[in-house]
């Protein structure tokens, strides 16, 4: 985000938002957004997928914050971004893919013209959707630990040898961004790159992963001389590790920045909480229960309080070290807090006596579907673990040891 930028009105944001609300409502394709079920389960949700995406980027609303000559828009305000994912929450709809933001973001900022001019515009039509290759079996969310490689070849290209897991939207990706060892002779975060891979490369494989939902949502990708040419190196080698830092401090503020899903999720817990019992007595009017939803009521407004503050901070140039990191933890453990509470209820108690409606069987399986995708959320884009030792060594400055 960049304080230069004129922060409109109220009246200007609050015109904004009406009429990203009616582009939502005009043109949103009639899938309905499901936690866990983000990928397409078959060819015609694919094309109604690629064809909403490509439309956020028309009209504006996804993009804009690209430089002008790339499609961005010169009026375009950082508060923009946040009401779009806001209203294309609350309409569940499709999001767009997490991976094509953060390719986009290390094109902008570390390829070149020649890769910006290849890559970009396909985004913009939805043709390239992106994957991340970086987790690896046994490395997990310490990166730094990738043992997958990329060596010169005779072609004056690279060759990639090596395996991923956990790879989210890898069996419908295009293109990836993959994170590999050029130089071997160097330890940890040293002599890693980054390529620009495209997923139907020969020696490219990918294997599916069914998840706990029954969904294919994530995958493992095998390398197995895979040929590159040279222009698919980002940047310089051995300049890996702070590229994909970027991006995934990038992708981390964007995790945090989902709260309007918790949100949706209390609304779920207070449907249930008013039309279902236990033992006869509806929910709502059990201490307990009431109890711990107002607790998880004040946890979702702390995780959102703490973005409002910290957007307000990146406005203004003055943001914290950690704080993409703090906003992520806020939002997964949250996140699955309150999921894991509303599945319980979700099984544990009945109608009332008036029976069961579409409304309330649909709040239920939002909040099972929720809670079973709920641990993605702690892991992905870096587990909760390591992003309190981000924070232990960045904001408190502690030693390794």
Known sequence: MSPAAVRPSERELAMFRV????????????????????????????????????????????????????????????LHDRIVSEEILRARAPRPVDQVNLAAHVLLHFGTAAQKQIYLPPIRRSEHIWCQLLSESDAG??????????????????????????????????????????????????????????????????????????????????????????????????????????????????????????????????????????????????????????????????????????????????DATGDAAVAKISFAETYHAIASFGAALASSAVPREFGSTDEIEQAKQRLRECWLWSRAYTISGGSTEMMRNVLAKRRLGLPDS
């Open 19 to 78: 009429r990203v609300r009616e582009f939502i409502s005009d043109n949103a394709p009639p899938v309905t957004a499901r936690e866990g079920h983000r990928a397409p389960e078959n060819p015609q949700q694919e094309a109604l997928l690629r064809s909403w995406f490509a439309a956020l980027f028309a009209e504006g609303l996804s993009g804009g914050d690209w430089p002008v000559e790339y499609g961005g828009r010169a009026d375009h305000h950082p």
């Open 141 to 318: 969310s310490d990166i730094a630990a990738v043992r997958s490689r990329a060596a010169p070849n005779s072609q004056g290209g690279w060759t990639l040898n090596g395996h991923k897991i956990w790879i989210t939207d890898g069996h419908w990706a295009d293109m990836g961004l993959a994170l590999v060892r050029t130089d071997p002779s160097q330890a940890r975060h040293h002599g890693l790159s980054v390529f620009l891979v495209p997923m139907t490369a020969p020696g490219m494989e990918v294997r599916p992963i069914r998840t706990a939902a029954g969904t294919f949502e994530i995958n493992e990708v095998v390398f197995d001389e895979v040929a590159l040419p040279p222009e698919s190196l980002v940047g310089r080698p051995g300049q890996g590790w702070s590229i994909i830092m970027t991006g995934l401090e990038f992708e981390r503020f964007g995790i945090g920045g989902n709260v309007v899903l918790l949100e949706l999720l209390i609304d779920d817990l207070l449907l249930l909480a008013r039309h279902l019992e236990i033992d006869g007595r509806p929910l709502i009017h059990i201490d307990d229960i009431r109890h711990r939803i107002a607790e998880l009521a004040v946890e979702a407004e702390v995780a959102k309080a703490f973005i409002d503050d910290h957007v307000e901070r990146m406005l203004d140039g003055a």
